[in-house]
């Protein structure tokens, strides 16, 4: 069943997309099919669908796109929190790249079900230094927790921050520009007084300006907030 499984994921295989992607995840050994997206999300809805959690004995790490669909198919899953949050908990050290990471967390539909348990299993995360542990909790709460009773907090830890990788910084820049739809004025407030490096505030600032979900008025009002780089 498993090669069969494989077969049928490798005949989704598109050769000018495998190189596209290659391109996008440079330094990542994990051989890259080139399925895309959404073709990775239904076949991940099919295997839950059909599977539950057993799916994922059905999924090796020989390829991203099955690492990528076992975050996936955890993400489908409707058990309840205990079980759920001991895959995500398993799964998490196995993300090698930002396209892993992030078609995970947005697929974690627990955190739909059972907001407030989400949100305390991410608070380890948001303190740890490992570049993909942080981003996994920040992506997580930008995808899922932007508005109150959580975006107060949020504010906080993206601010506090402990990771230094790049990776870490871009989900923070990323997170401040999703805040800034749901948040406009309080994002301003942070902005002016953040303790962010330059570059993780600039670069928030301009994804402000990229999103077409922030009114003109903000976007303008952020760019007045840019730090000049020497």
């Known amino acids: 069943m498993q090669q069969a499984?494989?077969?049928?994921l490798l005949s989704l295989a598109d050769a000018q997309y495998q190189q596209f992607s290659a391109k996008l995840l440079p330094g990542i050994s994990t051989p890259i099919l080139g399925v895309r997206l959404p073709a990775l999300r239904s076949l991940a809805k099919e295997l839950a669908r059909k599977h539950g959690a057993q799916a994922l004995a059905l999924l090796t790490e020989d390829t991203l796109e099955e690492l990528m669909l076992q975050g996936m198919v955890i993400g489908e899953l409707k058990d309840g929190p205990e079980s759920v949050?001991?895959?995500?908990?398993?799964?998490?050290?196995?993300?090698?790249?930002?396209?892993?990471?992030d078609s995970f967390c947005t697929s974690l539909k627990i955190a739909r079900r059972f907001p407030q348990e989400t949100w305390a299993l991410l608070a380890p995360y948001f303190k740890d230094t490992r570049e993909y542990y942080f981003r996994f909790a920040a992506v997580t709460a930008l995808a899922h927790f932007t508005k109150e009773p959580y975006?107060?907090?949020l504010f906080t830890l993206l601010n506090n921050c402990p990771a230094k990788g790049f990776y870490a910084k871009m989900a923070v820049a990323w997170a401040v520009s999703v805040l800034c739809v749901h948040q406009p004025q309080q994002t301003l407030a942070f902005l002016k007084q953040d303790?962010?490096?330059?570059?993780?505030?600039?670069?928030a600032i301009q994804k402000i300006g990229e999103s077409f979900r922030v009114p003109a008025d903000i976007k303008a009002?952020?760019?007045?907030?840019?730090?000049?780089?020497?």
């Open 221 to 230: 009002a952020a760019k007045a907030l840019k730090r000049p780089l020497n």
């Open 195 to 203: 303790k962010l490096d330059d570059f993780t505030h600039n670069k």
């Open 5 to 8: 499984f494989k077969k049928r």
């Open 85 to 101: 949050f001991a895959l995500i908990k398993q799964f998490v050290p196995k993300i090698n790249c930002w396209s892993v990471c």
């Open 151 to 153: 975006a107060k907090e």
